[in-house]
């Protein structure tokens, strides 16, 4: 066996010196005795007293091929400048010239390392036996007194679990005057969940965080293969558009041959880019059939999709027979109903026999997550292998740490898959996923503050967080007059933590994690290849119109154009609002040829060269380009054409063409291509083409918006018409061409804390400016909950006496509008209490026909109308207990902690409620009325509840921020009297 010795010198060695007491060492400067702490939180931990001095280091590892990033990293670590020497173990041992002695590698294989570990508390054999302990390790930092020697002890079964006791060992680091100094610690961890990540990893930060996971995009893989986060999940997503009747139906499933030829194609294109495992998706879509799918099984959709799965898993399984495919249906959350689909496809075969289930929590976006329900679903599916959950619920102006989840989610699904969330967030996220048992949210925040900013800046951006997370740190008992000003005085705090954190010099803001610099030329959805006249025009362009452009080419159409169009609305230059022939003879500007000033700017990357279709092009390299047109207001339309002439390479999953992008899903309007999907263009937000077009072939494409119909042309041929997934609005954002450049400073900051301040800046923006009038009108609003001074029966009428003295809420607001619903669909309640239950009376505006069946306790599929209240009893926001009731008398209720649970949760929970509806000519009317005991609460005077109304798409509280329905900081409140 090759071992390796690196030895710094620092001077003559007469032993390394006693331990030093931590205080002497590191600055006090944080809350808790978290300056050395470590993040995610080991499972087994013994943290000593002393640090331990590092001069003269023998570093003995194996020749061992995945230590990969590792030893190069622990040689940093520990200041080792020497080239490695070939050195037999007892010569490393019998090192007189080192003071401290540092072995890694697998003990079977290693016995000094064996021998090592018989003098602290953890054992290798343990390791062994632990779940997922190929990730797993044992980490000792001691003083030898005998020797006069620090030993540094890093036990692992891989490559991998070495590599995480590193990213251990670099937090327990710290250097004063010059030297290295490490905490004493006896650690034996191992990660709850083998798979940690994200869908969009964020940075190569993540994996000193110990991520390990991707899904859906690959991005730098062999990178990130050489610290260990290979673990990627390819997707899938079999379903296709069709035109219909003159317009476009987009979402229907191909199970055809030529369908299952494309899943087959797809699938040696996910191995050959490195996927370990892969997903079928259906999500968001139809459970419809394409019309050669629709024949070829008889309008089964089920069994198509039974075949489809099929062919995937055994390709899956050819290509690797240790790979894992997963599912993804269309109810894939566990309040949907997912029973009648999962039936279906049992009844036709059901899934492959070892195919696992990817599912998000109660809602798509959720707070908690029962282990119950993720198992039931799993069950009725007839997966058989652990769940992977795609977890949507904080999301990318989110800058607080991830709630609580259940640990018994570890026992029922292999990771968590979050989509989106800021730095500060997925750090936590990585946190509660290694070790969910020991999980702190707010803990957790502080120390991805501090990796970030280090100890200088961590209380500035924690800070800042905090006052942006206006919920933070927890329930509010005060007066809503007194919440709303608290959030007034939070958020303009939060604005002056940001300025000040911008001001910064570099040397104040480096994190303890080591990062690259962020720089200009970063791009998302690079093209790659050549872009010539583009252009933004004011409505929507007819076929004709169109293909005239595409024949004469603007540089010559535009001139002889009328100014104004005629009576019969020919095309005019005032159509355009802006174009761009890129026919400038090099330079840094492309020209706006309308003359109304919307110039282009040219980054580094893109150039201006010959070989367009009408003169010169953009030029754009596979590394990414762009061209940024500020915003104007001049150039924000409801009604639009977008176009240019495209001759594309793929590079990546996306290119991006022309692109009017703003920061909601209504207001991205964007030319795209999608090289992941056979190179097809699209209109975000709107439909596409089957077309491919990243051929490296000149294409035109258009798209167009009339305020009914998204229409899309290539080559002047219309490919597909259909109404906007949501109805655009008129977009005020910068044009770019080629990429999206992602935001870089103008002094880029040598730590992770602006790329922080950078995200908190929208969010902050989102609240303060954008949001704020909706937050003081419709905010956690308040009802009070008096004493019944009477009898209550329950029988839907809420006409006794009783409920008149009660006051009653209602001005119900339209969820993503943030608009009052109009009077005739408005919903009134009131709310009572006595010392057995609370009852709760609902006046719904609308006719209701009466229902033609008995009523279902198991109201989770869709229903015309409904009510759902949902209740925080205690006002901790930890738990939210759920409550529907349907006009036709369907309900549901169920029980949701955040945190571990304790007894039935989610669905098995049953409170024992009584409900009863009445339909009338012109509302419905509802009674409720929950025991206390279910709630687990005996309310007096003065106690405050949470409390949220849904109606529909109505809320009665509403905070114009998405978590999800059930997260319980958006609630109002209830004050019982």
Request: charged fraction near 25%; charge should be negative; glycine fraction near 10%.
């Amino acid at each position: 066996m090759l071992l390796h010795q690196l030895t710094l010198t620092v001077g003559l060695v007469l032993g390394a010196p006693p331990p030093t007491p931590v205080a002497e060492i590191v600055p006090d400067v944080m809350p808790g005795d978290v300056e050395l702490a470590v993040i995610p939180t080991p499972r087994r931990a013994r943290m000593g007293d002393g640090m331990i001095a590092v001069g003269r280091v023998a570093l003995c590892v194996p020749a061992w091929d995945d230590l990969r990033a590792g030893g190069p990293q622990l040689a940093e670590l520990l200041q080792i400048k020497d080239a490695p020497k070939s050195l037999t173990p007892a010569d490393a041992l019998a090192s007189a010239e080192a003071d401290t002695l540092a072995l890694v590698g697998h003990p079977d294989r290693f016995p000094a390392l064996a021998e090592g570990l018989r003098a602290g508390p953890h054992s290798f054999d343990s390791l062994r036996q632990l779940p997922n302990n190929d990730q797993g390790y044992i980490l000792s930092v001691r003083w030898d007194p005998a020797a006069r020697r620090n030993v540094i002890l890093i036990a692992a079964s891989t490559g991998q679990g070495a590599y995480y006791a590193i990213q251990t060992l670099r937090q327990l680091t710290w250097v004063k005057d010059g030297r290295v100094h490490v905490r004493e610690a006896e650690i034996l961890d191992w990660p709850a969940f083998p798979a940690r990540g994200s869908k969009r990893p964020s940075g190569a930060w993540e994996w000193a965080l110990k991520g390990n996971f991707c899904y859906e995009i690959a991005r730098d893989l062999p990178a990130a293969q050489r610290h260990f986060a290979d673990w990627y999940v390819a997707a899938f997503l079999p379903s296709v558009s069709e035109m219909r009747e003159g317009r476009t139906v987009a979402g229907l499933l191909d199970a055809s041959p030529a369908g299952v030829t494309r899943a087959l194609n797809w699938v040696q294109t996910a191995r050959a880019a490195g996927a370990r495992d892969y997903c079928v998706h259906v999500d968001d879509q139809k459970e419809e059939l394409a019309a050669e799918s629709a024949k070829l099984f008889h309008g089964d959709y089920h069994a198509a999709l039974a075949h489809l799965l099929r062919q995937v898993y055994a390709a899956v399984k050819e290509a690797d027979p240790k790979a894992t495919l997963y599912f993804c249906p269309v109810p894939y959350w566990t309040l949907a109903d997912y029973e009648t689909s999962a039936g279906k496809l049992r009844a036709v075969g059901g899934l492959p026999e070892d195919c696992g289930l990817m599912l998000c929590g109660p809602e798509v976006t959720s707070g908690p997550i029962p282990a119950a329900d993720v198992a039931r679903y799993s069950r009725l599916y007839g997966a058989r292998r652990k769940a992977l959950i795609y977890d949507n619920h904080l999301r990318d102006l989110d800058l607080g740490p991830v709630p609580a989840r259940d640990p018994a989610l570890a026992d029922v699904a292999i990771g968590i898959s979050p989509e989106r969330g800021t730095a500060t967030t997925r750090a936590t996220r990585l946190d509660w996923a290694w070790n969910p048992e020991a999980y702190d949210p707010q803990r957790s925040l502080l120390l991805a503050c501090r990796e970030f900013a280090g100890f200088q800046n961590w209380r500035k951006v924690y800070d800042m967080v905090a006052s942006i997370e206006y919920a933070l740190p927890g329930p509010e008992d005060r007066t809503r007059a007194e919440v709303l000003a608290r959030i007034e005085g939070e958020l303009a705090r939060g604005g002056r933590l940001i300025e000040e954190l911008r001001d910064r010099p570099d040397a104040g803001l480096e994190g303890r994690l080591t990062l690259p610099r962020l720089t200009a030329g970063r791009f998302e959805h690079p093209a790659h290849g050549l872009i010539d006249e583009a252009a933004v025009c004011r409505r929507a362009l007819s076929a004709g119109e169109i293909a005239r452009v595409m024949k004469e080419g603007l540089g010559a159409l535009y001139p002889a154009l009328p100014a104004e169009p005629d009576a019969g609305g020919a095309l005019a230059r005032a159509d355009f609002l802006a174009a761009w022939l890129f026919d400038e003879a090099g330079g840094t500007t492309a020209r706006d040829l309308t003359g109304r000033g919307h110039d282009g700017r040219l980054d580094s990357a893109a150039v201006l060269a010959g070989g367009g279709v009408f003169g010169g092009a953009l030029s754009l390299p596979p590394s990414g380009g762009c061209v940024t047109t500020p915003y104007a207001e001049a150039l924000a339309s409801e009604t639009f054409t977008l176009m240019a002439w495209v001759k594309l390479r793929p590079a990546g999953k996306y290119a991006l063409i022309l692109s009017r992008a703003g920061g909601k899903p209504d207001e991205r309007q964007g030319l795209l291509v999608a090289h992941g999907d056979g190179g097809l263009p699209y209109l975000h937000g709107g439909t596409g083409a089957r077309v491919k077009v990243d051929d490296d072939q000149w294409h035109h494409l258009a798209a167009t918006f009339d305020g009914a119909f998204h229409r899309f042309y290539v080559d002047g041929r219309l490919q597909s018409q259909a109404p906007p997934r949501n109805p655009p609005r008129p977009v005020r954002a910068a044009v770019h061409l080629g990429a999206y450049p992602l935001a870089a400073p103008v002094n880029p900051l040598a730590g992770f804390a602006f790329n922080v301040t950078d995200q908190a800046g929208p969010a902050w923006n989102h609240l303060a400016v954008t949001r704020r009038d909706l937050i003081a009108r419709h905010a956690f609003r308040e009802i009070e909950c008096p004493a019944a001074v009477g009898p209550i029966a329950v029988d839907g009428a809420p006409d006794e006496e009783v409920w008149a003295r009660a006051p009653e809420a209602s001005d119900f607001v339209l969820s993503g509008a943030g608009t009052l619903m109009p009077p005739d669909r408005q919903a009134r309640f009131r709310c009572l209490r006595d010392e057995r239950c609370l009852y709760i009376a609902l006046r719904v505006a609308g006719k209701v026909a009466p229902g033609d069946r008995p009523p279902r306790d198991d109201l989770r599929g869709p229903a015309a109308e409904f009510i759902r209240v949902l209740i925080d009893p205690r006002h901790t926001h930890r738990e939210i207990y759920d409550f529907r009731l349907a006009a036709n008398g369907d309900r549901f209720d169920g029980y949701f902690p955040i945190g571990p649970a304790a007894g039935p949760t989610g669905l098995d929970w049953d409170s024992g409620w009584t409900t009863s509806v009445r339909a009338g000519p012109e509302e419905w009317t509802a009674e409720i009325a929950i025991p206390l005991a279910a709630l687990g609460v005996a309310p007096g005077a003065g106690d405050v509840m949470g409390l949220q109304v849904w109606h529909g798409r109505a809320l009665w509280s509403y905070v114009p921020r998405w978590w999800g329905v059930q997260e319980p900081t958006q609630l109002g409140h209830l004050r019982v009297k």
